[in-house]
């Protein structure tokens, strides 16, 4: 089943989507008036637990409607691995942008976890911002994004796949000039609307997360194709060891990691300017479609 959150009329509503039929029920049709993004993140448990049919009756048409980030008010900053990928790992350590580590430490010992605020975030078809100052190398990175269904701490390599709830796509936009001049990553990952999100969530039952395919086009250019089995570090060992050190709660947002071929992998780099689409696809998903706008 997929989830959807659209405004309509002023309005945002949180519901059950069938793409390929062009039809959206809002969840309050079916469960105890939910009604919007915080309704949604609340109840992530009793939908995991009470499997959900949609009606046949009462929707609303996707075509009058514009669809929003799936999750607009996640209870922590979305959650953010680094370098999960050895290519793109060892490509970030040969861009020069890569202030905190070496070539020698190109591939994390470890997982790098870090964060982007939930101002970051934006839905589909929302404009990438190019902001003066902040506009010198703006890249993109297409990444499969974790839902949590059920919050917990401490919690095993081996029950960790029973609290995701489903899966979205995020593009982890980044200024890599303030990355690079920061030596961390926040302030360049952090800018207001430099996490577009969506369209969808898929829940968990419908998609094998081992080895699905990762894709971002730019302009129609494939630049990053990879799979989730090349991934450093797994999702169960990200759970484990995210809810080591902080409980996770219904609703939280783990993104994976990106794989090669972001636009400091080339030479020279290819960033983004004003009208580029960005298109992020992962099959089972969707596609996650932003074009890059002057502010």
């Known amino acids: 089943m997929k989830f959807a959150t659209i405004d309509i009329m002023g309005e945002t509503l949180a519901g059950v989507v069938d793409p390929a039929r062009g039809k959206f029920w809002p969840l309050?049709?079916?469960?105890?008036?939910?009604?919007?993004?915080?309704?949604?993140?609340?109840?992530?448990?009793?939908?995991?637990?009470?499997?959900?049919?949609?009606?046949?009756?009462?929707?609303?048409?996707?075509t009058d409607v514009a669809l929003r980030a799936p999750i607009l008010k996640p209870p922590h900053n979305i959650i953010c691995v680094g370098k999960n990928y050895r290519a793109h790992a060892e490509e970030f350590s040969k861009s020069g942008f890569d202030a905190g580590s070496s070539a020698a430490e190109a591939i994390p010992e470890f997982p790098i976890i870090f964060s982007k605020p939930a101002t970051t975030i934006t839905g589909?078809?929302?404009?990438?911002?190019?902001?003066?100052?902040?506009?010198?190398?703006?890249?993109?990175?297409?990444?499969?994004?974790?839902?949590?269904?059920?919050?917990?701490?401490?919690?095993?390599?081996?029950?960790?796949?029973?609290?995701?709830?489903?899966?979205?796509?995020i593009n982890d936009v980044t200024a890599r000039d303030l990355q690079r001049q920061h030596k961390q990553w926040f302030l360049g990952k952090g800018i207001d609307g430099f996490c577009p999100m969506g369209p969808y969530i898929v829940t968990a039952d419908e998609l094998n997360v081992t080895d699905v395919r990762v894709i971002c086009r730019v302009n129609g250019q494939?630049?990053?194709?990879?799979?989730?089995?090349?991934?450093?570090?797994?999702?169960?060992?990200?759970?484990?060891?995210?809810?080591?050190?902080?409980?996770?709660?219904?609703?939280?947002?783990?993104?994976?990691?990106?794989?090669e071929g972001v636009g400091i992998g080339f030479t020279p780099p290819k960033f983004l300017a004003e009208g580029d689409v960005v298109e992020c696809e992962i099959p089972g998903i969707g596609i996650l479609r932003n074009t890059v706008r002057r502010f």
């Open 28 to 62: 309050g049709d079916l469960m105890n008036g939910l009604a919007d993004a915080a309704d949604l993140i609340a109840a992530l448990p009793q939908l995991m637990a009470t499997p959900l049919s949609p009606p046949t009756s009462d929707s609303l048409a996707l």
């Open 222 to 259: 494939t630049r990053q194709d990879a799979r989730t089995r090349d991934l450093i570090f797994d999702i169960p060992t990200l759970i484990a060891t995210i809810s080591k050190s902080m409980t996770l709660s219904p609703g939280d947002i783990i993104a994976t990691g990106t794989p």
């Open 124 to 169: 589909p078809d929302a404009p990438i911002p190019l902001i003066h100052g902040l506009d010198e190398a703006v890249d993109y990175e297409a990444e499969l994004a974790v839902i949590i269904g059920k919050g917990g701490r401490f919690i095993s390599r081996a029950e960790a796949m029973s609290y995701v709830f489903g899966y979205t796509i």
